[in-house]
């Protein structure tokens, strides 16, 4: 990046449009999601890219800096930078709303969007009066991770920017195909969050796949199979 920053990625060349998964929140390339659809690419003689924000996984750098814009600022930049074509962005969790400021961003470039349980607008949703407070006021809020033994940190420069990045409000000017898949199940992000994104994009090809006993990950055979057929179908 041009501040020094550097982007841990990985890159199969092949036909486009070419595959770019977005990871979710203190998630990486390294994933169950993430590294199927670079494996099916790979057969499928696509091309595709993975990569870790900074902070994130193998890129360098401190989590607590990290937020929308600067996340987005590093799809952007290694997208233009090693996509030569038209590409199409997969995005899981808080990747999901990633994907809509990269699409802003990328305008024509952007030929379709998969969400995975996809989470636009989370900082205004995703948390009560007592923690939205605390954030404003400069503090970091720990939440029970479900996933792992550590708490959940949010910081309050990733929430700030957050509530200036709100998308579900207005229209997402976006208007390719776009497949949205959530599980009935998910504890984390609401299944009503796809619906109200649906409701939000411009374009009028969208569909929404609701899993029933899907939980927030949908990182189970069936799941993944579901992921591999959508992307295809694109």
């Not at 600067?70 to 962005?89: H, K, M, S, T």
């Not at 029970?144 to 997402?172: C, I, K, M, R, S």
């Amino acid at each position: 990046m041009p501040d020094g920053r550097k982007i841990a990625f990985r890159h199969g060349e092949g036909r486009g449009p070419a595959l770019v998964f977005l990871p979710g929140y203190m998630s990486d390339m390294a994933g169950s999601k993430a590294t199927a659809l670079a494996d099916w690419a790979a057969l499928e003689g696509r091309e595709w890219l993975l990569l870790d924000y900074s902070g994130c996984g193998e890129s360098p750098g401190d989590f607590a800096d990290g937020t929308l814009s600067r996340w987005c600022d590093e799809v952007v930049a290694l997208i233009e930078a090693r996509i030569a074509g038209p590409v199409n962005l997969v995005g899981s969790s808080m990747g999901g709303w990633l994907m809509l400021l990269a699409a802003r961003a990328l305008g024509a470039k952007v030929a379709g969007l998969v969400g995975i349980a996809a989470a636009p607008d989370f900082t205004d949703w995703g948390f009560d009066p007592k923690q939205k407070t605390a954030l404003a006021a400069g503090e970091t809020i720990f939440e029970h991770n479900p996933y792992g033994p550590e708490a959940t940190p949010t910081h309050p420069a990733f929430w700030t920017d957050g509530e200036a990045q709100l998308q579900l409000d207005g229209a997402v000017p976006f208007d390719g195909p776009v497949r949205l898949l959530h599980g009935q199940d998910d504890t984390v992000v609401p299944p009503e969050i796809s619906l109200r994104l649906a409701g939000a994009l411009r374009s009028s090809d969208v569909q929404v796949t609701l899993v029933k006993g899907g939980d927030h990950r949908l990182s189970r055979e069936q799941d993944i199979t579901l992921l591999l057929q959508s992307v295809a179908a694109l």
